[in-house]
């Protein structure tokens, strides 16, 4: 009998290739959507990865977002639901956001909602709408408080999938990852990755020894599919993150060794004053790269909030599920994917 | 073979070892079950990684204490039973606490692998013939360049229980001039994961 066909949205990027990788292993038939643009050719300075579909022998159907009759053909027939698709950047637009975090979503809710082979949608939330000034650990019930545009847009995004879902009875989950990593990450975690092991000589203050969130983006998918499968899940959001609370010092020292380069230990450095130097930087360096050289700032004002932020999740809600992590440890995973962007001469 | 066949290691506590107490097991320990330890076989040992510990204590402060050891056939078209040698190789890793994983240092997407190695039955018309039960990790082969330490390491390695082929004992020497070996350190080796040299 065949497996149901899933949808995977945002195919071509870093966690929608990853889906569809954790799909196909899985045997499920595939459908896959980006942009059409995104189809045409491997892109790393825009996250796109076509290659992995078409390796895969994948269908595509293009589409976009913010054209809600160019969903019809991409939700027709489609069972299972892995809306990847989002405008992940902190330097974008309120008005980029909302039409595609979150109009999108609702525009392929509406069409998915008189599919009759729709089972359930699993929707990418993001770890970081979270007050991350609550108690320690953060759990799906901590307060949340967006700190950026973009966090509010895929806030905004999951209430509407909630109360859309519930009032036409369909099911759904959420999952909220933290800082996702793995091959072919470009933004985010990946950049804090491929930064740590160019480094020639790594240093971290002494008293830099907040803890720093991860996720293997094999994990973000792996729940996801695991939670498709079980409708005891349904109407529920999880975190997923690993067990391991490195601390930056112990990141830093531990890429270094793993890369044959030089790890000092510097003199504490006060975080505070040390933000109100580099926060008026990157808004300056993001204003230059948005409006002169249209190219991602190497450093952006809420990456600087981040800094000295000690933020643990609890992943105790997920792993009730039954779901056993593939990277309980960020150890193994970052070893694996420095070592795959040295493979792919990305650092 | 073994030279006693009902000689079974264990720890004080009478158990069995295991690789952290074999790490953690006094020198004469080590040497009762080097000398009654059984001959790997080739065909166990290649195609895979084993993590290894050194037990001298100055090899923490060298960075060498964890590592990994290697295993493959040069010419894999050979039937490895009938295989009088084996290749192999070290692999560099983090140096972290004995409890802790092993992590392989990365250099330009590739493990860094150093000290390359043949690996056979102790010849006995050889000079290193010092525990004939044993398999000898010989590093004085062309792959490593003539100018590399490494080339004066002799190796031996014995199999710790018969019903147990992921867990060694290994014994490390120096050969100084001509027949003189220093004794370096015992090294414990466990399977960890597939060489990529298959």
Known sequence: MDKPLCLVTGACGFMGTHMVEVLHGAGYDIRATDLSAAYDSDDKAKGRFPSVLKRLGVEFVPADLTDPGSLDAVVDGVSYVFHVAAVFNYSAPWSILEAVNINGTRSLLERLRYQKAFKKLVFWGAGGIYDLSSPLPITEESPVAPANDYLRSKWEAEKLVKDFCEDHKMAYSMVRGTTVYGPRGVYGGGQMLMAAATMPVAASPSNWNFRIPFGHVRDVCGAALYLAERPATDGEDYIINDNSQLTNIEFFRFVAELTGHIYVNLPPVPIRPLKAVLLPLAKAMQWATQNITHTQSPLEADTVDYLGLDVVYSNEKLKGTGYELLYPDARHGIAETIAWYGRNGWI | ?198
């Open chain 2, 1 to 198: 073979m073994s030279k006693d066949e009902d000689f079974v290691p264990l720890q004080p506590n009478g158990r069995r070892y295991d690789y952290t107490a074999l790490c953690l097991a006094e020198n004469q320990e080590l040497e009762k079950i080097m000398r009654m330890g059984l001959q790997p076989n080739l065909g166990d040992l290649v195609g895979w990684e084993f993590r290894g510990y050194n037990t001298l204590d100055i090899t923490s402060i060298l960075g060498i204490r964890k590592f990994k050891k290697g295993f493959y056939q040069e010419d894999p078209s050979q039937d490895i039973e009938e295989m009088e040698k084996i290749q192999g190789y070290n692999v560099q890793v983090v140096q972290t606490p004995l409890g802790d994983d092993w992590f392989a240092k990365v250099r330009r997407g590739d493990t860094v692998k150093h000290g390359w190695y043949d690996c056979y039955p102790v010849r006995l018309d050889e000079v290193d013939c010092k525990y004939p039960n044993s398999v000898l990790i010989n590093y004085a082969c062309p792959r490593n360049p003539v100018w590399d330490p490494s080339r004066k390491l002799r190796d031996y390695l014995v199999q710790v229980y018969p019903d147990n082929r992921d867990l060694f004992l290994g014994k490390a020497y120096g050969a100084l001039f001509g027949p003189m070996r220093l004794f370096i350190s015992y090294f414990i080796l466990e399977r960890m994961n597939e060489s990529p040299f298959g």
